[in-house]
């Protein structure tokens, strides 16, 4: 177990990246800003696992919001709305866009929790949770690519559900 110090632990430091990021929508330079990181975090530096890298779905989103932008980065930062049967912003995802890039990296860090299982197409997926922060990101396998497909704060309402999903695995 390596022994880091505060400054250099990725995991501990991790913040909201706006302190005024409202419940409505970003203001357009925070939106610049979180496009920017996306950007630098998945297109310029991608992610690797086990030396494959981590693409994202660049298809280009046609939400009002992210208009023109990838559709992973719409996923990131908004949720579905089941009642509108669109997706709306969610400012609590959004404003942790940052920590996807770090949780992944730090998979083998004991405050992360991995575990894989099918989802409902039997496509073979993989989830990152930091219990502690409550955030989870999730990548998919696609043949032989992996695919960033969302990150999200875990509800309440669905910790049990992700307990079961980590202790089944790890049996």
Same mark, same amino acid.
């Given at each position: 177990?390596?022994?880091?110090?505060?400054?250099?632990?990725?995991?501990?430091?991790?913040?909201?990246?706006?302190?005024?990021?409202?419940?409505?929508?970003?203001?357009?330079?925070?939106?610049?800003?979180?496009?920017?990181?996306?950007?630098?975090?998945?297109?310029?530096?991608?992610?690797?696992?086990?030396?494959?890298?981590?693409?994202?779905?660049?298809? %280009?989103?046609?939400?009002?919001?992210?208009?023109?932008?990838?559709?992973?980065?719409?996923?990131?930062?908004?949720?579905?709305?089941?009642? %509108?049967?669109?997706?709306?912003?969610?400012?609590?995802?959004?404003?942790?866009?940052?920590?996807? %890039?770090?949780?992944?990296?730090?998979?083998?860090?004991?405050?992360? %929790?991995?575990?894989?299982?099918?989802?409902?197409?039997?496509?073979?997926?993989?989830?990152?949770?930091?219990?502690?922060?409550?955030?989870?990101?999730?990548?998919?396998?696609?043949?032989?690519?992996?695919?960033?497909?969302?990150?999200?704060?875990?509800?309440?309402?669905?910790?049990?559900?992700?307990?079961?999903?980590?202790?089944?695995?790890?049996?």
């Amino acid at each position: 177990m390596i022994d880091l110090n505060e400054e250099d632990d990725p995991l501990d430091n991790l913040e909201d990246l706006f302190e005024d990021l409202s419940v409505d929508q970003p203001t357009g330079v925070q939106l610049y800003k979180m496009y920017g990181i996306f950007l630098r975090d998945f297109i310029y530096n991608p992610i690797h696992i086990n030396s494959i890298e981590v693409k994202v779905n660049i298809n %280009k989103s046609k939400n009002p919001l992210c208009k023109g932008k990838m559709l992973t980065f719409e996923h990131i930062i908004t949720r579905d709305n089941k009642y %509108k049967g669109k997706r709306d912003f969610d400012h609590q995802r959004a404003n942790k866009l940052h920590w996807i %890039k770090k949780i992944v990296m730090n998979a083998n860090d004991v405050r992360i %929790k991995y575990f894989n299982r099918l989802n409902h197409k039997g496509l073979k997926q993989h989830f990152y949770w930091y219990e502690e922060k409550g955030f989870i990101v999730i990548v998919r396998e696609l043949e032989k690519d992996l695919l960033l497909i969302t990150a999200f704060c875990v509800d309440e309402m669905n910790k049990s559900q992700y307990k079961k999903y980590y202790n089944t695995y790890r049996k």
